[in-house]
T-cell receptor, first 111, second 115 residues
């Protein structure tokens, strides 16, 4: 079963705007990761945040984690048309075990 | 490194036929995962291996599905007999245990259509 639930399911914005996606999960975690999937392709790892971290940045990506609320958010700043993709959160318990993926947010960035 | 390699990329078959999907993980990765993705059910974990040994196959939908990993560089997912509802994109992913973070590297997927 899917532990992560992304919100919103779909998001459409204009190029240059910021995009925010949220993820909620149910059980304790070691880390939370975000992946991107372009149409017809495999998932690509974007960024990881550990359970003892609250915020992490990578380029135009900013991830926050609130373990008390069991939620995370992914912010993409100054979006580009090339950011159009589906974004998935995934939770892990560490030690090389399986990840549990969410349902994904479809982001469309229009010119 | 070439990344995770899957073959074939596309497979069209008729109901009742046997289908074999193949995966070559990234060299040195200890974990291998098989996923299925559909619009209706999203991304589902079917089975995963650690050091060639199946660890969790609770996601395998039924006995028609089987997976093997005869060595560290090769895995197969077999469906016999195939049914139209098996139509989906099947992904293979691998993960290095040493990372300790469960980060997975996905292949390009095999798009399976069962007529």
């Amino acid at each position: 079963s899917q532990q992560g639930e992304e919100d919103p399911q779909a998001l459409s914005i204009q190029e240059g705007e910021n995009a925010t996606m949220n993820c909620s999960y149910k059980t304790s975690i070691n880390n939370l990761q975000w992946y991107r999937q372009n149409s017809g392709r495999g998932l690509v790892h974007l960024i990881l945040i550990r359970s003892n971290e609250r915020e992490k940045h990578s380029g135009r990506l900013r991830v926050t984690l609130d373990t008390s609320k069991k939620s995370s958010s992914l912010l993409i700043t100054a979006s580009r048309a090339a950011d159009t993709a589906s974004y998935f959160c995934a939770t892990g318990k560490g030690g090389g075990n399986k990840l549990t993926f969410g349902t994904g947010t479809q982001l469309k960035v229009e010119l | 490194d070439a990344g995770v390699i899957q073959s074939p990329r596309h497979e069209v078959t008729e109901m009742g036929q046997e289908v074999t999907l193949r995966c070559k993980p990234i060299s040195g990765h200890d974990y291998l995962f098989w996923y299925r993705q559909t619009m209706m059910r999203g991304l589902e974990l079917l089975i995963y291996f650690n050091n060639n040994v199946p660890i969790d196959d609770s996601g395998m939908p039924e006995d028609r599905f089987s997976a093997k990993m005869p060595n560290a560089s090769f895995s197969t997912l077999k469906i016999q007999p195939s049914e139209p509802r098996d139509s989906a994109v099947y992904f293979c992913a691998s993960s290095p245990r040493t990372s300790g973070t469960d980060t997975q590297y996905f292949g390009p997927g095999t798009r399976l259509t069962v007529l």
